[in-house]
């Protein structure tokens, strides 16, 4: 994606998961609101005029998929860190999955497991890639867990998948980690 278009999905991810209301937004409960009104509050705000079709052009060429329309609606699909209710159901994960995160935070991890900080769920990564490019959003040199999905499931934990091979979760026990080898 070119810079403009990266920097118009990092203007809307903060809107739909973190301030809706620095653009005017009310989001429903699933976190969805009218596309229209978002494309007019955002185009207000920013004056920088957007349309669906920019939308859809940064959903198609990012990896991450990060926004859903739907029946005129948009939402993010994932990594809010204000209160929306789920729209996918929990699911039966994968064997394992994976933690991207930096040395720092590794340490706590490791004895405390993963908790949700200030979003609403801690997010795991279906290919090990994928949790490295995430962590090292926060540290050049990633640690990265394994985590034990299906024994954690298989103990309680919900898993809710999301489109772009994100699955969410509310905590997982340090139990069910392990720092792999780099």
Do not use: C
Request: aromatic share 8%; charged share 20%.
């Amino acid at each position: 994606m070119d810079k403009q278009l990266i920097k118009v999905s990092k203007r809307l991810s903060f809107a739909l998961r973190h301030h809706p209301e620095r653009l005017g937004l009310h989001l429903d409960a699933y976190g969805r609101v009218s596309l229209a009104t978002l494309l007019a509050q955002y185009n207000a705000h920013y004056q920088t005029p957007i349309d669906e079709q920019i939308i859809r052009t940064i959903m198609a060429a990012s990896d991450k998929q990060r926004f859903a329309i739907e029946n005129g609606q948009i939402r993010a699909l994932y990594g809010h860190s204000i209160p929306v209710k789920l729209l996918q159901a929990p699911a039966a994960p994968p064997a394992v999955l994976y933690h991207g995160t930096s040395h720092q935070a590794a340490v706590m991890i490791e004895t405390e497991g993963l908790k949700k900080m200030d979003r609403d769920f801690v997010h795991l990564s279906a290919t090990v890639s994928m949790a490295v490019s995430i962590g090292q959003r926060r540290d050049p040199r990633p640690v990265i867990f394994q985590v034990a999905a299906q024994q954690a499931a298989a103990a309680g934990l919900l898993f809710y998948p999301t489109e772009s091979h994100i699955w969410l979760v509310d905590h997982v026990p340090a139990k069910y980690l392990t720092v792999m080898a780099s």
